[in-house]
């Protein structure tokens, strides 16, 4: 299987849940437009999850989609949490990114970890810084450059 996108996620607030949308567009050097995490001013514009990750917590008994762990976007067939910082990746036609980080601290305890006493998002989503913007949808593929 080659590696593609799951799902595109926004939301206008930080600390809330994503919301799918049919497509997003990634400006350089800022993010996703329209998304509360974009920013200029920091190296974690946009965050992505891969699906494998999301499907741990379904097997633990949780109701979890993608969006629900506030990722912008849900992977498929990529280990991300391999990729060291500095890789690029592309996805879709247009967008190149950075990996910037990998995990996260949490500075409070999401609904998810209260519900099943962990959270995958701290240990495998990992944080890009956009190169090249374009437009990224569902089903667009993503390659290691």
Known sequence: MSARVVSVNISDRKGIRKKPVAEVVLAAEYGIEGDAHASSAWHRQVSLLALESINKM???????????????????????????????????????????????????RCAIYYQAGDCVMPKEGIFIRVLEGGKVKKGDRISVR
């Open 58 to 108: 379904k097997e633990m008994g949780l109701n979890v989609s993608p969006g629900d762990f506030a990722e912008n976007i849900t992977t498929e067939g990529i280990d991300l949490v391999s990729l060291p910082v500095g890789t690029r990746i592309r996805i879709g036609a247009e967008v190149v990114g950075e990996v910037s980080q990998i995990g996260k601290e949490c500075h409070t």
